[in-house]
């Protein structure tokens, strides 16, 4: 009797050793297959398959931002290098991106499974990234231009808050010929904007930048990108537009926040001091409270400003008035 009792003791735990075995082979096969797809699908996760979304369903009233956001309607379009898309794309899907109405991945070459739209790759000057530029606006005025009111242009390093883009958008009517950005001094009379930090045109700029292109008025700009873009609207009467608050401090930002935030470039050379339109400010205020964008972003990085935008709040503390500055130079446009 006990060495039957024995026996069916060793086939119970056989049996069950097999099923635990077989459970959880299923568990990490189902498991890693959602943690693949919620790498490669950047609106559904990062790269640890992590929503950053999840946490912000709790205790997070984004009604205003809604409102805006129905009442500004942005195109984003991300200039990106083929060989990195897979290591870019889907962190910008998975952060920043995701807040656009339309968004869009420019490349010099079309990818269906990134989803970038292939661009010219060569031309007689040399400058490819202007023609490339000057294409992936011919493309959005072709394609997007009816149903939004601002385009943005920005690098595959670049990190927006669109929520506050669009805050300082909606002080003005997307027919105004006016663009946005961090305001370099070189080169154009009025200022040019850093393609770093991206820069923003209105539907109307979008519309006068096409016909002068097609027209062969712009056809000596080919300089560097956004020297070349500076230049062309000039010439066609786009005013570049102020994006500091009212207290004077800037919104976009051409270089990572740590160079800003410290005082460590008191006394040097640095070409960012050099080139900026406006005095440059280190420490806090060298940043809106308002901020919209920042350059040299790694992909994980954006995943630390999202954090820190989107869910990191200090208790017991109630934001300021809002210190956005308007232009009434288009009060009677």
């Given at each position: 009797m006990c060495a039957r009792d024995a026996r069916r003791r060793s086939?119970?735990?056989?049996?069950?050793?097999?099923?635990?075995?077989?459970?959880?082979?299923?568990?990490?096969?189902?498991?890693?297959?959602?943690?693949?797809?919620?790498?490669?699908?950047?609106?559904?996760?990062?790269?640890?398959?992590?929503?950053?979304?999840?946490?912000?369903?709790?205790?997070?009233?984004?009604?205003?931002?809604?409102?805006?956001?129905?009442?500004?309607?942005?195109?984003?379009?991300?200039?990106?290098?083929?060989?990195?898309?897979?290591?870019?794309?889907?962190?910008?899907?998975?952060?920043?991106?995701k807040r656009c109405d339309v968004a869009l991945f420019m490349s010099s070459q079309a990818d269906d499974v990134y989803g970038t739209i292939g661009l010219r790759t060569e031309d007689a000057a040399g400058g490819n990234q202007y023609y490339r530029t000057i294409d992936a606006f011919k493309y959005v005025h072709r394609h997007h231009l009816r149903d939004v009111d601002w385009v943005l242009k920005a690098e595959d390093d670049t990190f927006i808050v669109v929520e506050n883009l669009k805050l300082l958008l909606s002080n003005y009517s997307a027919e105004q010929p006016i663009f946005f950005g961090r305001r370099f001094k070189y080169f154009v009379k009025q200022g040019y904007m850093s393609g770093g930090s991206g820069y923003v045109l209105s539907r109307r700029a979008v519309s006068k930048l096409v016909e002068a292109v097609e027209m062969k008025a712009c056809d000596d700009e080919a300089k560097a990108e956004d020297v070349g873009i500076a230049a062309c609207l000039e010439k066609i009467g786009v005013v570049a537009g102020e994006s500091r608050d009212l207290l004077e401090r800037e919104a976009f930002h051409g270089v990572f926040p740590e160079q800003l935030l410290t005082y460590e470039q008191v006394g040097q050379p640095f070409w960012y001091r050099d080139y900026s339109y406006h005095p440059l400010k280190l420490g806090p205020d060298c940043c809106s409270d308002f901020s919209i964008s920042f350059h040299f972003m790694a992909p994980e990085w954006m995943y630390a400003f999202e954090y820190f935008a989107y869910h990191l709040r200090p208790y017991g503390y109630q934001h300021r008035p809002t210190p956005i500055r308007r232009d009434y130079l288009w009060d009677s446009y």
């Open positions: 086939w119970l735990l056989l049996a069950l050793g097999w099923l635990g075995g077989f459970s959880c082979c299923y568990f990490f096969s189902v498991h890693t297959k959602r943690w693949r797809h919620a790498q490669a699908d950047g609106r559904r996760g990062g790269p640890l398959g992590h929503s950053l979304e999840a946490s912000s369903r709790y205790g997070l009233d984004n009604s205003t931002a809604e409102a805006l956001s129905k009442r500004v309607r942005l195109l984003c379009w991300v200039m990106v290098d083929p060989k990195s898309a897979p290591e870019k794309i889907p962190h910008i899907k998975a952060s920043w991106a």
